[in-house]
């Protein structure tokens, strides 16, 4: 059994940082793809970013760009979200998932492994 765990969340003002983290455990992680969602309430689940764990390729969604940063600690089995100058409209559940594969994947159907989530709320 695989199991992922967010942690990192909580309530900051407009213009903070927050740094997620997602631990896998269970297998090694060395050859999937990492990524990042979240869930505003009354919103379909969206992409944020993901990360490949092998190749260390990126991609992020517009709305994150120049905002929020991955990075991976494979010796931890740990990815990290870095998140920056963070919005109102940043306010969500933020989940982690994962999936063996080389390039990373933007899709919820795409993701075979999913973390619990944690909550993200930026207030003005």
């Known amino acids: 059994q695989v199991q992922l765990v967010e942690s990192g969340g909580g309530s900051v003002q407009a213009g903070d940082s927050l740094r997620l983290s997602c631990a896998a455990s269970?297998?090694?992680?060395?050859?999937?793809?990492v990524g990042w969602f979240r869930q505003a309430p009354g919103k379909e689940r969206e992409f944020v970013a993901g990360?490949?764990?092998?190749?260390?390729?990126?991609a992020y969604a517009d709305s994150v760009k120049g905002r929020f940063t991955l990075s991976k600690d494979n010796a931890k089995n740990t990815v990290y979200l870095q998140m920056n100058n963070l919005k109102p409209e940043d306010t969500a559940v933020y989940y982690c998932?994962?999936?063996?594969?080389?390039?990373?994947?933007?899709?919820?159907?795409?993701?075979?492994?999913w973390g619990q989530g944690t909550q993200v709320t930026v207030s003005s």
């Open positions: 990360i490949s764990r092998s190749s260390g390729s990126t």
């Open positions: 998932a994962a999936r063996i594969a080389v390039f990373v994947k933007t899709r919820i159907d795409e993701y075979e492994y």
């Open positions: 269970g297998r090694s992680f060395s050859n999937c793809v």
